[in-house]
């Protein structure tokens, strides 16, 4: 009797997890379609950034994404930072100049406005959430969080090998490939605010960037493609300021868990030689 009462317990278990996992799937299958993967240079242990194209990526969220998301995470002079899309302090300090940042309160207790100095953080489009509600019907996340915090599941069990260094693993770039995937997703010219990936297809950002609309310099075409590539491999770094270091760093760690490995193989050999 208590065997069966276990048994039980068991496939009723067994059933709804099922049961979850296929509603998971009906979910996913009414809500979007998989944004495709993307080749990225920052992708893999070994990977980096391009710095021409995380300044490029710069310009199009200076001149386009930055009138309605802030940047709180970083200032400028994170810009010039290694691992970075590689300003020269000179150009970091140029730029700050050219924003109005408020400080205060002064000796008369009064906040004022001064030109940006390189330590400050990039002034907000908005002075809180309700007057960004107030002016777009919606609030416009933080630019230097998006990439990691958006993403898709792919379910199990590929994500458990996502965290992994190995063929078919170590996919960390959900954000990014969703991101990109978005901006290129505005499918109905007489719909501006519909998008193919956008869970529930009803955005409140209409369309916001389409061919030409930045002016490249250094030669690289002027097109949505480029632009959501370039934007999307910036909002990385802005997600991930120390990509760099950190898989560096990681790849050092495991080279020296490697070497320890082995000595600790042969002072076992060693200590354990005479013992039989
Ligand atoms: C006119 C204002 C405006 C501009 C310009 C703008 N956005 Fe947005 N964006 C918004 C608003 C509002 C939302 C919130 C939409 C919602 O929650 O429905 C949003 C949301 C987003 C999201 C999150 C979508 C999600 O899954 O929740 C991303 C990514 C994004 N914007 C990227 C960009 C990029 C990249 C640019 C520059 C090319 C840009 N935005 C320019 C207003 C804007």
């Known amino acids: ?26 979910e996913d299958a009414h809500s979007a379609p998989k944004p495709a993967r993307q080749a990225w240079t920052f992708a893999g242990p070994f990977g980096s950034f391009d710095q021409p194209q995380l300044q490029r990526g710069f310009q199009v969220y200076r001149e386009v994404c930055s009138n309605c998301h802030s940047l709180q ?5 994170n810009l010039a930072e290694e691992g970075g899309p590689g ?20 000796d008369a207790g009064d906040m004022f ?14 002075a809180n959430e309700s007057a960004a509600r107030a002016a ?9 969080v998006l990439a ?21 693993g170590g996919y960390q770039e959900h954000g990014v490939d969703y991101i990109y995937a978005l901006l290129n997703g505005y499918s109905k010219d007489e719909d501006p605010n519909y998008n193919d990936y956008f869970p529930g297809h009803k955005i409140g950002m209409a369309k916001p960037i389409a061919d ?25 770094w802005t997600a991930e300021p120390k990509l760099e270091e950190r898989k560096k760093t990681g790849f050092r760690v495991m080279a020296f868990l490697l070497v320890l490995a082995g000595l600790l193989y042969y002072t076992k050999k060693k200590v354990w030689a005479d013992a039989h």
């Open 148 to 168: 990691k915090a958006r993403g898709y599941s792919r379910g199990f069990p590929l994500f458990l090998l996502d965290g992994l260094p190995i063929p078919g």
């Open 136 to 144: 777009l019907g919606a609030v416009p996340p933080d630019f230097s």
């Open 1 to 26: 009797m208590i065997r069966t009462t276990k048994l039980s317990l068991v496939s009723l278990g067994l059933a709804a997890l099922l049961a979850a996992g296929s509603a998971q799937a009906a």
């Open 87 to 106: 300003f020269s302090e000179g150009q970091v300090k140029a730029l700050a100049a050219e924003y109005k940042v408020k400080d205060g309160p002064n």
């Open 113 to 126: 406005e001064r030109p940006g100095r390189a330590s400050d953080r990039f002034p907000s489009p908005f």
């Open 73 to 77: 995470r970083i200032a400028f002079r």
């Open 212 to 236: 030409g609309a930045v002016d490249y310099t250094d030669g690289s075409p002027k097109t949505l493609q480029q632009y959501a590539r370039d934007v999307s491999a910036f909002m990385m």
